[in-house]
């Protein structure tokens, strides 16, 4: 009998010949959901592995405002680069896998605290457990960002890792699609659709969940869904996380064979040049990554002294006053009365504001609470 891996093989190979039209997206989308199905199977035995003492992981404990991940093939310049713009040493050499376990190290820039995450290079079949690669791919699936690093002179190598990824269950630079499935007692598959579906009928749809034995569910779709997202939300094990890429070794690469990599990678995604061995860009990656992850600062203020302008609070750039009040005491927003801001976001200063106020980069803060 066929293993659970040669099973997957079979089905994604068969996914790669079949046509992709209309009148395929179910069928499609019902060995999507088998694979879905065979990689919980597989997980669940992996798990049930390790618990037993069968392998062990990488042990990465998370600190600082954030978590990211380098993620390359082998002697692309992961290692230069972490030894470079952190306080880790991670070996490099010109030679494959000279990283051979996770080398964390922390970055500080403008305030932020950001972990970086050396990690051995990913190959092709990571996604199946080549190379470690169940244990690299945990790791980048709990980190905040993941950060591609390439080689211009390695045609492909990008899809290659977003794919190994992709099968990993990991949706980069991609939103959470609106797509909610309830199981329910009866009444077959009710499909309710806020939106016209093009990609599948109600039929299709149907198909997809009751192979993953529902025979009675409500569907709510608020856009016009693949087989892939319905898939997706019936496996609910994926992670939906920011990704940039970072083109390494500019110093020896020519302009054309520059344009050519990054011709050869997603448009709509962050992409910055470096040479991680001469120290080309490297500042502007910090702000880069600090960018890209969202971040801003906040200045505080307490009642009656002075600003703590060394020290900012770094937070995710939508935040409100609500979400420092829970960043910096639990009882904070229990006891709130009001909060004064400066800066950016205030119409004048010292502006009296509520919990539900949206802060910007820059702005100074008082909060007071009551005794």
Not at 162 to 170: P, T
Not at 207 to 229: C, D, H, K, M, P
Request: proline share 3%; net charge positive; charged share 30%.
């Amino acid at each position: 009998m066929a293993t659970i891996k040669e099973q997957i093989e079979l089905i994604r190979a068969e996914i790669d010949k079949t046509q992709k039209n209309k009148a395929t997206n179910a069928h499609i989308g019902k060995l999507k959901a088998k694979i879905a199905q065979l990689k919980l199977k597989e997980e669940k035995a992996a798990a049930h592995s390790k618990a037993s003492g069968g392998g062990k992981g990488f042990e990465v404990k998370k600190s600082g405002d954030a978590t990211v991940a380098l993620v390359g093939f082998p002697s692309v310049g992961k290692s230069t680069l972490i030894s470079k713009v952190t306080d880790a040493h991670s070996e490099a050499g010109g030679y494959a896998f000279t990283t051979l376990t996770c080398i964390p190290g922390v970055m500080e820039h403008r305030g932020a605290k950001i972990q970086i995450l050396d990690l051995p290079g990913l190959i092709k079949g990571a996604s199946e457990g080549k190379g470690r690669g169940r244990e690299i791919l945990n790791v980048i699936r709990s980190a905040d960002m993941t950060l591609f690093i390439v080689d211009p002179f390695q045609d492909g190598h990008f899809n290659v890792l977003h794919r190994e990824l992709h099968n990993a269950g990991l949706r980069l630079n991609e939103t959470k699609p609106p797509v909610f499935i309830k199981r329910v007692d009866k009444g077959g598959i009710d499909v309710r659709s806020t939106v016209e579906q093009t990609h599948l009928t109600d039929a299709d749809i149907g198909e997809i969940i009751r192979s993953f034995g529902y025979t009675s569910a409500v569907v709510t779709l608020r856009e016009n869904a693949t087989a892939e997202q319905i898939v997706d939300c019936l496996a609910g094990n994926r992670v939906y996380e920011k990704a940039v890429i970072a083109i390494n070794k500019i110093d020896i690469a020519t302009e054309d064979e520059l344009v050519k990599a990054t011709n050869a990678l997603p448009g709509d995604w962050p992409v910055m040049r470096i040479s991680a061995f001469k120290d080309i860009g490297l500042e502007e990656l910090k702000d880069f990554i600090y960018h890209n992850l969202g971040f801003m600062r906040v200045f505080l203020k307490p009642q009656g002294q002075e600003a703590d302008l060394d020290e900012p609070l770094i937070v995710k750039d939508d935040s409100t006053v609500e979400n420092i009040c829970n960043k910096l005491h639990r009882d904070f927003v229990r006891k709130f009365r009001f909060a004064r801001v400066k800066g950016p976001s205030a119409k004048f200063d010292w502006q009296r504001v509520g919990l539900d106020h949206r802060l910007l980069d820059g702005d100074l803060l008082t909060i007071v609470v009551k005794r």
